[in-house]
T-cell receptor
Framework: NAGVTQTPKFQVLKTGQSMTLQCAQDMNHEYMSWYRQDPGMGLRLIHYSVGAGITDQGEVPNGYNVSRSTTEDFPLRLLSAAPSQTSVYFC?????????????FGPGTRLTVT | AQTVTQSQPEMSVQEAETVTLSCTYDTSESDYYLFWYKQPPSRQMILVIRQEAYKQQNATENRFSVNFQKAAKSFSLKISDSQLGDAAMYFCAYRTDSFNAGNNRKLIWGLGTSLAVNP
């Protein structure tokens, strides 16, 4: 098992550009989530999904879209990048929504928006 | 609303010695989980240990153990025989176990403690 994979590892965007952060897991997990990690603010939940075709907003969803067409993949789209979205992004998965505490995290994507 | 507080932004320990990281939380619930996650320089978050609130016995995983004081709402992590590979950010996290919580079942995170291990 590769676990949770994320691509790219690093990305630099200009303000206004759009891009998609990829996340995939090969553990047949139902629950997947996206966090951003900023200095002094800990981890904040952006969006999550309890299964294919089902997504919902977390604490800080504005400026981000997600979709879950398959169990394996949960991409995060930045529609029009802003400097405030400079952060480290983590994708995580767990077997089910009610086992969120067993989350496996991906290695992260460091995004800089200039 | 639940909160998690880690009052030590940075800690250091000599290799082979013991260190304790502090975490306090605030909740009005009786059923919940508490976690310690490790984030090494590679940035990947790794679950170190978890504690179910209904269990009185403190969780232990090899060199890692917790001191769970439910009444005091305290959840400290003790690392024994510290190794260089233990150097990392450590995050304390809380999650309700209430079936009625719905979308509020998300993890609530502390801001982290950076642990340095000195050779």
């Amino acid at each position: 098992n590769a676990g949770v994979t994320q691509t790219p590892k690093f990305q630099v965007l200009k303000t206004g550009q759009s891009m998609t952060l990829q996340c995939a897991q090969d553990m047949n997990h139902e629950y997947m989530s996206w966090y951003r990690q900023d200095p002094g603010m800990g981890l904040r939940l952006i969006h999550y999904s309890v299964g294919a075709g089902i997504t919902d907003q977390g604490e800080v969803p504005n400026g981000y879209n997600v979709s879950r067409s398959t169990t394996e993949d949960f991409p995060l789209r930045l529609l029009s990048a802003a400097p405030s979205q400079t952060s480290v992004y983590f994708c995580a998965s767990s077997p089910t929504f009610y086992r969120e505490h067993e989350q496996y995290f991906g290695p992260g994507t460091r995004l800089t928006v200039t | 609303a639940q909160t998690v507080t880690q009052s030590q932004p940075e800690m250091s320990v000599q290799e082979a010695e013991t260190v304790t990281l502090s975490c306090t939380y605030d909740t009005s619930e009786s059923d919940y989980y508490l976690f310690w996650y490790k984030q090494p320089p590679s940035r990947q978050m790794i679950l170190v240990i978890r504690q179910e609130a209904y269990k009185q016995q403190n969780a232990t995983e090899n060199r890692f153990s917790v001191n769970f004081q439910k009444a005091a709402k305290s959840f400290s992590l003790k690392i024994s025989d510290s190794q260089l590979g233990d150097a990392a950010m450590y995050f304390c996290a809380y999650r309700t176990d209430s079936f009625n919580a719905g979308n509020n079942r998300k993890l609530i995170w502390g801001l982290g403690t950076s642990l340095a291990v000195n050779p």
